[in-house]
């Protein structure tokens, strides 16, 4: 017969799993499940697609930008003193990472790592405006400057 020792050990053990489970799936270590499930979420989910020319957009890549997320680019000084300056864009942190792909809104190519988008920078008083001339591949920034 079994002794009354391991029945009492067997229903410790079977009411600590169920306390286990309860507290894994229901209780207090809910929320740690639940908060590691939605970073895989994020992790997984693709960016949502923007217009290109909007704000808060990619050119490169048309990914929505979330505040404070900016742009890789190089802006160099006016030649002749006007408001409109040259530019180059390489992408924001997802096109350079290579989680999307790289497209020239102009020509529709796509870009490599190492190629830009040429575009020009119109300083206005309350936001810059960016106009997209082509890319590297279509636009030599060489030309530009003539």
């Given at each position: 017969m079994i002794s009354y020792l391991q029945i009492l050990v067997f229903v410790t053990?079977?009411?600590?799993?169920?306390?286990?489970?309860?507290?894994?799936?229901i209780g207090?270590?809910?929320?740690?499940?639940?908060?590691?499930?939605?970073l895989q979420k994020r992790k997984n989910s693709r960016r949502p697609e923007g217009l290109p020319g909007d704000p808060q957009v990619c050119p490169v890549c048309s990914a929505h930008l979330d505040k404070g997320q900016l742009v890789k680019s190089l802006a160099f000084p006016s030649l002749t003193g006007g408001k409109d300056r040259l530019m180059y864009i390489s992408g924001c942190i997802y096109c350079l990472n290579g989680e999307r792909s790289?497209?020239?809104?102009?020509c529709g190519e796509y870009?490599?790592?190492?190629?830009?988008?040429?575009s020009r920078m119109f300083e206005r008083p309350r936001r810059n405006h960016v106009h997209v001339i082509g890319c590297s591949k279509c636009r030599?920034?060489?030309?530009?400057l003539r």
């Open positions: 053990i079977g009411v600590f799993l169920l306390w286990f489970g309860y507290s894994l799936l207090q270590f809910a929320g740690i499940r639940l908060s590691w499930l939605e790289r497209v020239c809104p102009v870009l490599h790592d190492s190629d830009i988008l040429v030599r920034p060489s030309s530009l």
